[in-house]
């Protein structure tokens, strides 16, 4: 039997005819002319699905179930006349001022007991009933009126949940009812919290609150209760996700259901997120000029692949230009908004996408980058956004295509990174995405692919398996990481891994508690070097430095790799090895320099038999995809702002961007922001 959900994104690919390009469109900012001009130029630039009405609930209902649907038939009918799909947003996002003033009770209330107010976006108390309530009708009357239309492509739910953490009565409500069904017994929960510590014994679900913030306490929150309102605020936030999308997929049972992810956001678990919906859509905003900035990117275009399992993914924002992340937001060069774009459908995206088509003229986002800048058609932007629109229809046949199963896989859990960035550590520096980034950054450098994978996934496929700062584990994640060097996997973990359990109540006996057997280690002490003191590292006769985190390992069946060169530690462990069962694992108890962790890094992935796809020179990325017929193709991808030369190391390929084949042979050259796509003859693996 076909997969229903597969059936659905087949049936949006035929309608776009290959990869989706264009943007959110929200033509209630202009006027019906400016609409006929956007159509117009939307055919120029080979745009085939934008987003509509993501923030539009007040003009939809403007009082109490009063609705105007008038001008979003017309854009709908316009759009459906000029060839061009729509993903249609549930409103949900920007709740309509005469609710907040109605009904407060649906606006949020931080830590503080502050109830915040209305004047920007998603101000909404996702346990609020009343909220919930008028989510769901605007959302019936949406898509009753708008099933069957022509334009419509797919449904694209609220926008940018952001779990946000409420601490109003229905929210504490929630919480406590939540907790009765995930403890089952007020001693449950009492054990798990580890409620005995400060006399905090509850006796009953009703007394407990969400947790206070510092500044309200004489000392910190219990971290099992801090760690549970995470929890619960990410199902919360899920819970209205689903409601909406069971109601349009009543309506509209073939056609794709999302939401659009903010790639390694912390608030939500969207291994969870991911599993609920048709496809996995990312907005990111990596900035222009930002270090590391195309490191950053790939690594959350690889999470947004692996959410379901290796399956295309869409993106469905990104900026033209400059966006507003705050402080000095400088403009795009020249050619790198086809490379960070290109670079997305390398790692697997369906889709080119912006925020937003036609810049703003007013409200908090008008200087934000846009398809068509305030400047029209005359600028540079509208150049480059017409020609990358070239590009993405001669990559047509990408569309359903995958990347091939990587040889390399990276741990990512948010249950960790919630209980990893607690209070009450050694070290408040912790901070989860900067560790994965100190792990990926090797990896991307030498053209390594990686999948992400929960810890408890399938990893028998995998030469290597790289676990950053796993601080919480559970049996499951444990004994399948074990399971998996002992039939023969390589295993790289590093400091400050399986030190709590799901519960974050440190386990037993010496750290670190969930693989010392499988380490063969022990760590007799753990933490910072003092404020502004570094030491030093001997790996392999290379010596780097330890610049913040130092464990003190005893072995316990490991062999040294590398050793701490000075200090209190000079001649201790710093990074291990440890044959198990038929398998390696491999410990960095140390935080270095990036040349150190390079090199770490690197020469497990060689001792593990893992494969580069091309040596090439700094900042120059190479990818392989598959088109929908299996056939292989190499994106060369050179993020410098300088142009570079290309060894192939085989004869010339044909340049999909460029429609011939490779003049030089072997070599070719690449120009500043410059991206290649060769064709392969290989095969699917």
């Not at 996934?457 to 796993?470: A, G, H, K, Q, T």
């Not at 960095?588 to 890094?601: A, K, L, N």
Request: proline share 5%; glycine share 10%.
């Amino acid at each position: 039997m076909s997969d229903p959900v597969d059936e659905r994104l087949d049936g949006l690919r035929r309608r776009l005819g290959g990869l989706a390009y264009g943007g959110d469109y929200n033509p209630e900012q202009w006027d019906r002319e400016t609409w006929k001009e956007d159509v117009r130029l939307m055919r120029e630039a080979g745009v085939n699905l934008v987003t509509v009405g993501v923030f539009s609930w007040g003009l939809l209902e403007p009082s109490p179930g009063v609705f105007d649907f008038g001008w979003l038939d017309q854009i709908m009918d316009l759009l459906a006349g000029n060839g061009i799909n729509v993903d249609l947003a549930t409103p949900t996002a920007a709740p309509p001022s005469w609710l907040a003033h109605r009904h407060p009770g649906t606006l949020p209330i931080d830590p503080e007991g502050r109830r915040t107010g209305f004047g920007a976006r998603c101000h909404y108390c996702q346990s609020s009933p009343v909220f919930r309530e008028y989510a769901a009708r605007i959302t019936e009357k949406l898509a009753q009126r708008y099933a069957g239309h022509p334009a419509l492509a797919m449904w694209h739910i609220g926008n940018e949940y952001i779990g946000y953490q409420c601490h109003c009565e229905a929210s504490v409500a929630h919480f406590q009812r939540w907790l009765a069904d995930r403890y089952e017994s007020i001693e449950a929960l009492n054990d798990a919290w580890g409620t005995a510590f400060w006399g905090q014994h509850y006796e009953t679900f009703d007394h407990i609150g969400a947790p206070a913030p510092r500044s309200r306490l004489i000392s910190g929150p219990n971290p099992g209760q801090v760690l549970d309102y995470w929890r619960f605020s990410d199902a919360a936030a899920l819970e209205c996700f689903t409601a909406e999308r069971d109601i349009v997929r009543r309506h509209t049972p073939d056609l794709p259901i999302l939401t659009n992810f903010m790639g390694s956001f912390k608030n939500l678990d969207y291994w969870k997120w991911a599993a609920a919906e048709d496809i996995a859509a990312i907005d990111i905003y990596a900035g222009p000029l930002a270090p590391d900035g195309e490191v950053k990117a790939a690594y959350n275009f690889d999470l947004m692949r692996s959410l379901r399992g290796g399956k295309p993914w869409l993106m469905l924002e990104s900026a033209t230009g400059r966006n507003l992340s705050g402080g000095r937001n400088p403009a795009r060069p020249a050619g790198q908004i086809r490379a960070r774009s290109l670079q997305a459908v390398a790692r697997g995206a369906d889709s080119v996408m912006f925020f937003q088509w036609r810049a703003s003229r007013a409200g908090a986002e008008r200087f934000h980058s846009a398809m068509v800048p305030h400047g029209g058609t005359g600028t540079r932007t509208w150049r480059e956004v017409v020609a990358l629109g070239e590009d993405v229809g001669r990559l047509a046949n990408l569309a359903g295509g995958r990347c091939d199963r990587a040889e390399v896989a990276m741990v990512w859990d948010w249950e960790s990174w919630w209980a990893l960035e607690g209070f009450d550590h050694p070290s408040s520096d912790l901070r989860w995405t900067e560790r994965v980034m100190e792990h990926y950054r090797p990896l991307w450098g030498a053209n390594v692919p990686v999948d992400f994978v929960k810890p408890t996934d399938d990893l028998s496929e995998y030469r290597l398996v790289v676990v950053p700062n796993l601080y919480l584990t559970d049996e499951a994640g444990t004994a399948n990481l074990t399971d998996y060097v002992r039939e023969g996997g390589h295993l790289l973990m590093s400091y400050f891994s399986g030190i709590v359990d799901e519960f974050d109540r440190v386990l037993p006996g010496a750290h670190p508690g969930a693989f010392r057997e499988l380490l063969g280690i022990e760590i007799d002490e753990f933490g910072p070097l003092p404020e502004g003191r570094t030491s030093g590292i001997d790996h392999d006769g290379h010596i780097g430095r330890v610049v913040d985190w130092q464990d003190h390992i005893v072995l316990d069946g490991a062999q040294a790799l590398a050793v701490i060169t000075d200090g209190e530690l000079r001649g201790r462990p710093a990074v291990t090895r440890n044959g198990f069962g038929s398998g390696t694992a491999t410990y960095i108890g140390v935080s270095t320099d990036r040349e150190t962790m390079r090199r770490m890094v690197l020469d497990c992935v060689s001792d593990a038999g893992a494969k580069p796809l091309m040596d090439t020179r700094d900042g120059v990325e190479v990818v392989r995809r598959r088109d929908k017929d299996g056939r292989g193709h190499l994106f060369v991808l050179n993020h410098n702002a300088e142009a570079v030369e290309i060894d192939l190391k085989q004869d010339g390929r044909l340049n999909l961007l460029e429609g011939q084949g490779t003049a030089a042979g072997r070599f070719f050259r690449l120009s500043g922001y410059g991206v290649a796509v060769l064709s392969e003859e290989t095969e699917q693996r």
